[in-house]
């Protein structure tokens, strides 16, 4: 398969953990005889210094002609509030020009980072989650203004947007535990009321095997730390499921460790690790590459169509971390902690 791959590096330590997915990318286009026309391109704060823009023309139009797209991280204090241009909004712009409604996030704990994570090993075993979270309406999509001293962020949603993320939502399920977890906050907001009609109606009418429960946000905050296990798919607005994820992700023990993918109708996705650019530690070698690893294998199954590509991937990861390969996110006290290269190499040995 010839396939071609926009890559955005972007700001922080995006680049250096980009550089180890593109590592093992080529490892798999030789193994498999693949041709991977890996295009790298400004993206993000670095592209607001170079053009002016966060998503400059020619990005985008890589972007668009490509067959998936693998993001870093973009940000940092250089390009923080009062920056005359920010980085996020050209993120939010190229979700919405690639039309990636519905972000996947799944939260899988691999027994060996147990003790990474705060929680209690009889917790955490065996959780096996799926967050699909709605992408590209709700508040950050919003209107916003200020009028003196008051500020606006408009929140809004369609019958058509939440049924759209609905059915993806439906579809994953039907091929997990068949089990959804719709949440909202529908005793305050009126968009959270039409979230609950509407995916009730879309799983009932159109997933008759799929069953599907809603809970307010704030009691989901809760469950998921004192009963992860009994989520299976996890079904959210926007602004929920941005935070919802981060607080999952210690379920896993790091940030660092998981994978994201925005998708829409079309094969072509947007993908990711659920991490920031973290600019503390930028440069110094020793940012975690295995989210992004792993986002690289979401791009190879769901973009793509090359599961078993995407297999060896995970299982090389998972055999790297096996043989004890921790950086110093998700390493134990005591223990030794690898660059990023070097969990890198790891997972290229355990490839090969």
């Known amino acids: 398969m010839k396939a071609r791959i926009a890559v955005l590096g972007g700001d922080g330590i995006g680049p250096e953990v980009i550089a180890e997915a593109l590592r093992v990318l080529r490892a798999v286009a030789v193994q498999h005889q693949h041709e991977f026309v890996l295009e790298e391109l400004p993206f993000g704060g670095v592209a607001i210094d170079q053009f002016g823009d966060g998503l400059p023309e020619h990005t985008l139009k890589g972007c668009l002609a490509s067959d998936g797209v693998l993001l870093g991280a973009i940000g940092g204090p250089k390009w923080g509030p009062n920056a005359p241009v920010r980085p996020e909004p050209a993120l939010l712009r190229l979700r919405s020009e690639l039309g990636v409604y519905a972000n996947l996030r799944p939260i899988k ?14 917790i955490i075993d065996g959780v ?6 709605e992408l590209t309406g709700g508040i950050y999509f919003g209107k916003k203004w200020r009028e003196g001293d008051r500020a606006v962020d408009e929140c809004a949603y369609t019958v058509g947007e939440i049924e759209r993320v ?12 068949s089990k959804i977890t719709q949440i909202d906050k529908s005793n305050v907001l009126e968009t959270s009321r039409l979230w609950r009609n509407v995916s009730e109606r879309v799983i009932r009418e159109e997933f008759p095997s799929v069953s599907i429960e809603h809970m307010l946000v704030d009691s989901a905050a809760m469950q998921l730390i004192r009963n992860p296990r009994d989520f299976d798919v996890i079904l959210t607005e926007n602004l929920f499921g941005d935070v919802l994820t981060d607080e999952g992700a210690m379920l ?40 992004t690893i792993m986002s690289a294998a979401m791009l190879l199954r769901h973009s793509l169509g090359l599961d078993a590509e995407a297999l060896a991937i ?25 660059s990023t290269s070097q969990m890198g190499d790891a997972v290229l040995a355990a490839l090969a």
Request: hydrophobic share 40%; no cysteine.
């Open 128 to 133: 096996n989650l799926l967050f699909v979270r």
């Open 166 to 177: 609905t059915r993806m939502a439906g579809r994953l399920a039907a091929r997990r535990r």
């Open 109 to 122: 704990v691999h027994p060996t980072l147990r003790a990474a994570s705060p929680l209690k090993p009889e």
């Open 252 to 291: 896993a023990g790091s940030l660092g460790v998981l994978p994201s993918a925005a998708l829409g109708d079309g094969k072509r996705g947007l993908y990711e690790p659920i991490h920031g650019s973290a600019p503390d530690i930028a440069g110094k070698g020793i940012a975690n590459p295995i989210g």
């Open 314 to 338: 995970e299982k090389a990861v998972g055999r790297a971390l096996d043989a004890g390969a921790r950086t110093a996110d998700i390493a134990t006290p005591g223990s030794k902690s690898l």
